[in-house]
């Protein structure tokens, strides 16, 4: 019986721990960029430094704004992406290479 319990704290910890998965955003290029970030009517701004990492970007789904570009980029909590070139891809988890 506590073989089961502890089993089952295990499988419900281990789907907590990915659904509270967030975006994430990584500057491959030597510029550092304004991002905009609006989410649930709420918007953000942050400064995505060079070769830096952002993670928590959206909870659930949101609006990408780089720079002064008014297209947006509709990314949700399971996206990875990545800044290359000036432009945005999205990363595949299993080869870390970047894709449009």
Do not use: H, W
Not at 56 to 64: F, G, N, R, V
């Amino acid at each position: 019986m506590k073989l089961l319990m502890i089993a089952t704290v295990a499988c419900v910890a281990g789907f907590l721990a990915t659904s509270a998965q967030a975006a994430k955003i990584r500057n491959l290029d030597t510029t550092p960029y304004q991002i905009r970030i609006v989410e649930n009517g709420e918007e953000t701004s942050i400064t995505l430094s060079p070769g830096a990492d952002v993670i928590d970007l959206c909870k659930t789904s949101c609006a990408l704004f780089i720079g002064k570009n008014e297209e947006s980029f509709e990314i949700v909590s399971a996206d990875n992406l990545v800044v290359e070139g000036g432009e945005l891809f999205t990363e595949e988890e299993t080869d870390g290479k970047p894709q449009n």
